[in-house]
Each structure stands twice: as structure tokens, then as C-alpha cells.
């Protein structure tokens, strides 16, 4: 049997001239400004000044620090500084039970009224050993497009693997346990019954939606069981990592999908380690008519970048030229009718002290590195990252 393979899409930078963001053209713009009016003052000191500052605005929106530019980490560190630092992320949020096909499942709550439905699912571990291991995506997949379709209900999708250190057998705890490997779909919706519509046929039969007590306890226990759950529990956000009272959390963001042509199994290096992870690859389709605005927008935009390279007398990147092929290629496959489905991924990491949080990144960065996505930690951010990874997280 033959792999299907697929094409994840890549970073769109969003720029006007040569892929800048608005924040790097202000420092440069800002800097420019205040250089030619400093020097029209008269005088070699203010002279100076002014170049300096123009250096400065230019470093501050070229040279990137940590993988983010200037721009990008003012409005971080204003949230940071002027945010709410400790406390409970979510107010009125309620586990209980609901009616779903004439069973009682639980479901989560939400304040601006959305509720939440997980289903675990339940799968082999290695995908040889199923007669046709591509069969559940496959079918997944077709169930996520046709909630796009005309009547569907507007819902969010999230596909969630936890893992954890798995308990030692009672007959030979002197071995290594491996890891506990989990994984669950939450459905999010003002009525998520009619969302799960066709859900129960696109995945295996041994699959079941959660109870009341079950999702309970997958919210609580990312933390201290006399602690509440992440959503409940009284959290101090610190620049490196969110503490709670016995617990230190951090997280990650993919910031770049794994290039190339890759199977249903890019990600198996992130999935089974022994640390307390918790992968959220959120879902959503998008209309037709959108991702092909999208899509000739940015090549537009890139178009324009290389007419004015080339006017410039600048040899176009390896990068730009491989962006500009993916593009039309995508260009064709919508003129044929297929659109695209939007990802964003977030990893958690929980631990019980900040040494150990920080060895549990470093694996998870060498398990990034080896499946070729690329993950940028939430410095200052990490409280709304880790809402990310709750299952169905909705703003309030």
C-alpha cells in the first residue's frame, strides 16, 4: 500500500514592500523622520543623534531577537507589564451533562454560551498493524470539509494528543514505562450536537465522547488535583513560564509547518515522549472564495517584491523562489475546485518545577527539530498560548 502524501502550507509574512511587516516599515519610517529633522536643526551633535536614532530604527527592524523583530515584541511586553498576572484565566466556565443521541456525555460551558464536546479516540498504536491505517484520516478529514458545507453549523475544531510518563507495570516496576499516549477530538459550537453530525461514521467504532466525570478529570489533570483544573486554578504568569501553586507550565507555538511532501504521521516525534505534553492542532476550513483571495494576495505580493528586486538588480532567494512555485501550485488546485483547510498548533508543557519544565522543552525542541517544524516559545505570552491547548478554549 502506497503513503498518501500532503503539502502543509507555509508561514504567510504579511508586508507591503519586500515581505515587511507594518512594525518593521514604522521603525524604519519613524526613524528616517526624526534623522531629517534632527539634521535640518543644524549642528554636528544633533547631526549625530539623529543618524543614531535612523541606525537604531533600522536594526530594530531587521535584526530579529529570538526570532521576532522589535515590532513583534513591543505589544508582548506591554501585555506582559500591564496585563493581569496571577489568577484564574476563565470565570463561569461549568462541566456538565447533555443529551447527544440519547446518551448523557459531558460538555463544557462556556461564558459567551459555545459548548464543548471531546471524543476520545481510540486507535492502535503502531499504524502497521491496521488493515487500512489511512482510512481514519481520510475520513476525518472529508467530516472537517463538509462542515464548510451550506447549513453547517460555524464550530471549531481541536485535535488533541496528551502524553505522559506511563505507570510502571506492578509485576516489573523496574522497567521503563515508555510513555501514555492519548488522543481526543473537541467540538465546539452553540449547538454541538448538530456539529457532530456524521463524526460518529468518520472515526472507529471503539471511539466514545466523554462523560461528565471523564472531562472533568482531563481538565484537571494538567495540575494538582487539589489544585482545581488549568482553567480554575489561582496562576502567576511569569516571562519564562506560568506558575501555578504546584505546578510550572510553558508553551510553544509551531511557527512552521515541515516542508516537503509528508504523511499523516509528520508530527509522531511530538507525540511520544515520556513529558507532559499536550499537542492542540486546531482546525478550520475555509470557503473556497476566501483562500483564493488569500492566495492572490500573496502572490501579488510577491510578484510586486520581485519586480522591484529585479529593478533593483537583487538576485531573488532560494526561499522566495520556492514560496512563489508552492503559490501557483495552490492557485491551480483552487482554480479546480479544492480549497484549504487552516491549522494553528500549540504545545503545553507541565511539570513540577522549572528545572524539570525547562529539560521538558529542550527534548520537546530536539522532537520539533527532527519532524521539521519549527517552534517559537510564548515569552511573555504563555497564559494565552497554554488556553490554546484546553479543548475548545473560547474567549471571554
Known amino acids: 500500500m502506497t503513503d498518501r502524501a500532503y503539502r502543509l502550507g507555509r508561514p504567510e509574512v504579511r508586508g507591503a514592500v519586500f515581505g515587511w511587516r507594518p512594525g518593521q516599515a514604522a521603525c524604519v519610517g519613524l526613524g528616517a523622520v526624526t534623522c531629517v529633522a534632527l539634521c535640518n536643526l543644524g549642528g554636528a ?24 523583530g522589535a515590532d513583534q515584541w513591543a505589544p508582548i511586553a506591554a ?3 500591564l496585563g493581569r498576572r496571577r489568577g484564574p484565566w476563565c470565570a ?16 463544557l460551558t462556556w461564558p459567551d454560551g459555545r459548548s464543548t ?20 484520516g481520510e475520513a476525518i478529514a472529508s467530516w472537517l470539509r463538509g462542515l464548510a458545507g451550506a447549513g453547517a453549523p460555524p464550530c471549531t475544531v481541536t485535535m488533541l494528543t496528551v502524553t505522559r510518563r506511563a505507570t510502571p507495570a506492578a509485576d516489573a516496576p523496574w522497567m521503563d514505562p515508555g510513555s501514555e499516549v492519548r488522543s481526543f477530538i473537541a467540538v465546539s459550537s452553540g449547538s454541538p450536537q448538530s456539529a457532530l453530525q456524521g463524526l460518529a461514521d468518520a472515526v472507529p467504532r471503539s471511539s466514545r465522547l466523554l462523560g461528565e466525570r471523564e472531562l472533568a478529570a482531563l481538565l484537571e489533570e494538567r495540575v494538582e488535583p487539589a489544585c482545581g483544573d488549568l482553567l480554575g486554578s489561582d496562576l502567576l504568569q511569569r516571562w ?32 511520544v515522549g515520556p513529558d507532559r505534553r499536550t499537542i492542540a492542532i486546531a482546525l478550520q476550513v475555509e470557503e473556497l472564495h476566501r483562500s483564493r483571495q488569500r ?12 519586480a522591484l528586486a529585479d529593478r533593483g538588480g537583487f538576485l531573488a532567494s532560494a526561499e522566495s523562489s520556492r514560496n512563489t512555485a508552492r503559490d501557483a501550485e495552490r492557485a491551480s488546485e483552487q482554480a479546480a475546485g479544492h480549497g484549504s483547510m487552516r491549522m494553528a498548533g500549540v504545545i503545553g508543557i507541565d511539570a513540577g518545577d522549572a528545572t524539570s519544565l525547562e529539560a521538558a522543552a529542550s527534548r520537546l525542541l530536539a522532537d520539533a527539530g527532527s519532524c521539521g517544524a519549527r517552534l517559537r516559545r510564548c515569552d511573555g505570552d504563555h497564559r494565552r498560548g497554554l488556553a ?3 479543548p475548545g478554549w473560547c474567549v471571554p
Open 117 to 136: 464536546i471531546v471524543l476520545a479516540l481510540q486507535a492502535r498504536g503502531l499504524r502497521a498493524l491496521d488493515d487500512e491505517p489511512q482510512a481514519p
Open 79 to 81: 501585555t506582559f507589564l
Open 240 to 271: 519564562r513560564f506560568v506558575e501555578g501553586p504546584a505546578t510550572f507550565h510553558a508553551a510553544f507555538v509551531i511557527e512552521e509547518w515541515p516542508s516537503g511532501d509528508v504523511d499523516e504521521q509528520v508530527l509522531t516525534p511530538l507525540c
Open 388 to 390: 490554546a491547548t484546553i
Open 45 to 68: 551633535a544633533l547631526t549625530v543623534i539623529g543618524v543614531s536614532i535612523l541606525l537604531v530604527g533600522v536594526l530594530a527592524a531587521v535584526v530579529p531577537v529570538r526570532g521576532r
Open 92 to 107: 463561569g466556565v461549568a462541566v456538565h451533562s447533555i443529551v447527544v443521541a440519547g446518551r448523557q456525555v459531558g460538555s
Open 295 to 306: 492566495t492572490a494576495r500573496l502572490r501579488t505580493t510577491a510578484a510586486a517584491d520581485e
